[in-house]
Nanobody, 127 residues
Framework: QEQLVESGGGSVQAGGSLRLSCAAS????????MAWFRQFPGKEREGVAA???????HYLDSVKGRFTISKGNRDSILYLQMESLQLDDTATYYC?????????????????????WGQGTQVTVSA
């Protein structure tokens, strides 16, 4: 059964950095569009970063220049490097795999395009 497991969440002060990891099992992430989503309490999940199989990346405007999505060199690992974290980056972050177009993964329709979800990891940014 296909599975995604996130790690690396935690608490950080504003301006700090965190790196999230997502380990995939039972499928090869290189054949999917891989993405990171986040969810604020009471809100829909929103895609913040996505990577096409060819390595093209897409970002939500509010995280451009601060977040970087990447893949591990050998293992099926997806990363999200988050820099200059802000209070409103506080959310639960999810790893996801999709067969849709990468640019769609940072639009409001993104959650409906996801095939597999991770369980989520909490990121809390404090003043």
């Amino acid at each position: 059964q296909e599975q995604l497991v996130e790690s690396g969440g935690g608490s950080v002060q504003a301006g700090g950095s965190l790196r999230l990891s997502c380990a995939a099992s039972q499928f090869v992430i290189d054949t999917y569009v891989m993405a990171w989503f986040r969810q604020f309490p009471g809100k829909e999940r929103e895609g913040v970063a996505a990577m096409d199989p060819d390595g093209t990346t897409h970002y939500l405007d509010s995280v451009k220049g601060r977040f970087t999505i990447s893949k591990g060199n050998r293992d099926s690992i997806l990363y999200l490097q988050m820099e200059s974290l802000q209070l409103d980056d506080t959310a639960t972050y999810y790893c996801a795999a999709s067969s849709g177009a990468g640019w769609l993964m940072v639009t409001p329709s993104a959650p409906s395009l996801v095939l597999y979800w991770g369980q989520g990891t909490q990121v809390t940014v404090s003043a």
